[in-house]
Nanobody, 120 residues
Framework: QVQVVESGGGSVQPGESLRLSCIASGSDFSDFGMAWYRQVSGQDREYVAGVTRAGIKRYGDFVKGRFTVSRDNDKNTIDLEMKSLEPEDTADYFC??????????????WGQGTQVIVSP
């Protein structure tokens, strides 16, 4: 069974940092992209950062240079280093593993999320 598990969330004060980690297991993910999304209650999930299978990194516009994403293809992990956190970053952060194939279609897996709370 495919599993996607996040870790590293917690409660911090504004200006502090967190490092989120995600590991995917149970399949060959060499052809998958991996990414982080976040969601606040009542809102849609928002793209935070990701790495394609080719190693191309992308970030949401709100990141503004504060976050760094990295991927280890051999370990099937993706990390998100978040610095200068603000209360607006408070959300549940989800790991996404996704592949698009013209013949097969979309194959996508989600983790259960890890909570980040930024407040005084």
């Amino acid at each position: 069974q495919v599993q996607v598990v996040e870790s590293g969330g917690g409660s911090v004060q504004p200006g502090e940092s967190l490092r989120l980690s995600c590991i995917a297991s149970g399949s060959d993910f060499s052809d998958f992209g991996m990414a982080w999304y976040r969601q606040v209650s009542g809102q849609d999930r928002e793209y935070v950062a990701g790495v394609t299978r080719a190693g191309i990194k992308r970030y949401g516009d709100f990141v503004k240079g504060r976050f760094t994403v990295s991927r280890d293809n051999d370990k099937n992990t993706i990390d998100l280093e978040m610095k200068s956190l603000e209360p607006e970053d408070t959300a549940d952060y989800f790991c996404n593993v996704k592949r698009w194939d013209g013949a097969v279609g979309l194959t996508e897996y989600w983790g259960q999320g890890t909570q980040v709370i930024v407040s005084p």
